[in-house]
């Protein structure tokens, strides 16, 4: 039987030191979807950063909060899915790290960086329940 | 692989060799205390050498600009040393190398304090 799509499904508690596992899951995900070295690494680094907000802005870091992270793949793209517990943000009004004004600030770069790595991002508050954050890499496509 | 920070003065600047991973948690950590270090001695001439920085996220970066931040703030400077090609890009895409001096010989670096 041909396997068209891979999907995947991973809990963890809200615990920054599960983002290292995390980094071996995915390092071994790519490597098993035929990602090349940039995508891998796009993919990792674009995680890490979706799964840090999680578990520090989302989940404030509440043992009791999970954070879910969906794979899903096939010969065409990557895609990860992230949801956490907490309450959202405001999503539409991010201040723009790269605006000079900004410049000096020592944080607020994770989802502009991914936004900068994928080839698709969305993010949508879940009332009562938290905040998806979905991104997709295409495959095959020079990075 | 953890993070590790060594120093050497090299005619009066002070040089942080960085090798190693500066992400979230452990790695920040350890380049914080390692310049907290040179702020509370004073120290105004730093270079941070990246050449074996393996990996660096956002937090990491934040680290840096902190760093950059504090040392300006009591009259240093702070430079940075031998960028990978994936530092580099990711200072290129987050516009701070416009806020960076960045150089890839270390004489020339310490030269610049002159």
């Keep these: 039987m041909e396997i068209n799509e891979s999907t995947i499904l991973l809990k963890i508690q ?53 954070v879910q992270i969906e794979y899903r793949f096939n010969k065409d793209y990557f895609q990860v899915q992230v949801e956490d517990q907490g309450s959202g943000f405001d999503f539409d009004h991010l201040p723009d790290p790269c605006n000079p004004e900004n410049l000096l600030k020592s ?33 095959g496509v020079s990075s | 692989m953890t993070m590790l920070a060594n120093f050497r003065k090299v005619e009066g600047v002070h040089i942080l060799d960085l090798s190693g991973r500066i992400t979230i948690g452990e790695g920040t950590l350890i380049l914080r205390e390692a310049l907290q270090k040179l702020l509370r001695s004073h120290e105004q001439k730093v270079i941070l050498n990246l050449a074996d920085v393996t990996y660096i996220d956002s937090s990491g970066i934040g680290e840096l600009v902190s760093a950059f931040t504090n040392f300006s703030n009591q009259g240093g400077n702070l430079k940075l040393l031998n960028l990978t090609k994936k530092v580099h890009d990711l200072l290129s895409i987050t516009k701070l190398l416009t806020v960076f001096e960045v150089f890839t010989d270390e004489a020339h670096a310490i030269q610049s304090f002159d």
Excluded: W
């Design chain 1, 14 to 66: 809200s615990n920054l030191e599960y983002t290292e596992l995390v980094e071996n899951i995915t390092n071994n995900l790519t490597a098993l979807a035929g990602c090349n070295p940039d995508q891998s690494y796009f993919i990792e680094m674009s995680l890490r950063e979706v799964v840090s907000n999680a578990i520090q802005h989302g989940n404030k870091c509440d043992l009791n909060k999970y």
């Design chain 1, 107 to 139: 944080s607020g770069r994770g989802i502009f960086l991914v936004r900068s790595f994928m080839d698709d991002f969305s993010l949508d508050f879940l009332p009562n329940h938290g905040t998806r954050v979905r991104f997709m890499k295409k495959m």
